[in-house]
């Protein structure tokens, strides 16, 4: 089974920066794809980003423009760059590993932006 280890989270104001981590243990890493998530309270949980193993990304609307995924193969992690935040955007974001051997989620790591 991978672990995913989130980091980063924090309480930052509107129009600021946050740059949330996402380790993995385990070798399959660089085959699949990765993703980060939202939940915010009393809300179902969400698409934020993905990367697939060859870079391709894919975003929600509402993040487009402000947010950026990456990956490094090399550290077994996923990032995911956050930009011009908004209230709104107050969630716990999950990171989750996709691959046919099947799939992780970590633990989460709580983002707050105040206005």
């Known amino acids: 089974q991978v672990q995913l280890v989130e980091s980063g989270g924090g309480l930052v104001q509107a129009g600021g920066s946050l740059r949330l981590s996402c380790a993995a243990s385990g070798s399959i890493f660089s085959t699949a794809v990765m993703g980060w998530y939202r939940q915010a309270p009393g809300k179902q949980r969400e698409l934020v980003a993905t990367i697939s193993s060859g870079g391709s990304t894919n975003y929600a609307d509402s993040v487009k423009g402000r947010f950026t995924i990456s990956r490094d193969n090399a550290k077994n992690t996923v990032y995911l760059q956050m930009n011009s935040l908004k209230p709104e955007d107050t969630a716990v974001y999950y990171c989750?590993?996709?691959?046919?051997?099947?799939?992780?989620w970590g633990q989460g790591t709580q983002v707050t932006v105040s206005s």
């Open positions: 989750k590993l996709s691959h046919w051997m099947g799939v992780s």
